[in-house]
């Protein structure tokens, strides 16, 4: 099955010539506005760079700088005997007390989840602090590998105290995690999170579809419902050519 082709008209494209801004960044910001809007699908082709310079009257090396420049944030992808065609776009997260679930489904993200494991161990220190509970206790661990437009995006680890709540896989892989907690009755109040980035190990690097030693980007986040008390604690990496946390800073 051939992928759909976007014709270049459809999406209204053009540059100004007046603006001290160069043409190729003007062509590829509103390239990059239209995959992220959804107007370029992941999959679709762009069609002829010659078409598509001759229709906008700007010159092919132009052109080719402004796709060049979506090739390399990873939006779009050059392909030999087929051409320009959109990878996907990159998922940007407000930091706030959502789940990457929810978030992605109210982008339009089509999320899908593999869980990896499901099972009860004894707490270590870290995860012991977080959740307020003695080391050694059995507490739930969860780990998920989240997909965005069948894509892998995440690798997803969480902790729960003790019978919190039924962890059932085949629910886990249906839905979010903090869609099943609210479910339940808890009332999610307030986090404590640590974004970062490291590099890539190769049994991460397998699972994201990345290779080792690729950046990502780390998040730990403990959980607390409305008494204070802990309901999880989870400890996730993302693909950072995919994925990125938005910030809204205040002058105080």
């Not at 099943?180 to 579809?209: C, F, K, N, P, W």
């Not at 959980?223 to 809204?248: C, I, K, L, N, P």
Request: net charge negative.
């Amino acid at each position: 099955m051939s992928k759909p082709t976007t014709d270049p008209a459809a999406l209204e494209l053009g540059v100004d010539r007046t603006s001290p801004i160069p043409l190729y960044f003007q062509l590829a910001q509103q390239l990059e506005a239209a995959v992220e809007e959804g107007r370029l699908a992941p999959g679709s082709l762009l069609g002829n760079e010659i078409e598509l310079a001759a229709r906008l009257g700007l010159s092919r090396p132009t052109v080719r700088q402004a796709i060049q420049s979506l090739v390399d944030k990873g939006l779009m992808v050059r392909r030999r005997g087929v051409g320009t065609q959109v990878v996907h776009s990159t998922v940007r997260r407000p930091l706030e007390l959502s789940s990457l679930y929810d978030d992605l489904e109210a982008a339009g993200g089509h999320p899908t989840t593999r869980v990896l494991r499901n099972t009860v161990e004894p707490a270590g220190p870290e995860v012991a602090e977080a959740l307020a509970v003695a080391e050694g206790t059995g507490v739930h661990l969860v780990e998920r590998l989240r997909y965005a437009h069948g894509e892998p995006l995440a690798l997803l680890r969480n902790h729960l105290p003790p019978g919190i709540l039924d962890l059932d896989t085949a629910r886990l892989e249906a839905t979010g995690l903090y869609r099943l907690l609210r479910g339940a009755g808890i009332t999610l109040h307030s986090a404590r999170q640590t974004v970062g980035a490291r590099l890539a190990t190769a049994d991460e690097a397998a699972g994201l579809a990345e290779t080792e030693g690729a950046a990502l980007l780390t998040m730990e986040r403990t959980t607390f419902d409305d008494t204070g008390r802990a309901v999880e604690f989870g400890s996730h990496v993302y693909r950072a050519s995919r994925y990125s946390f938005d910030f809204q800073l205040l002058v105080r």
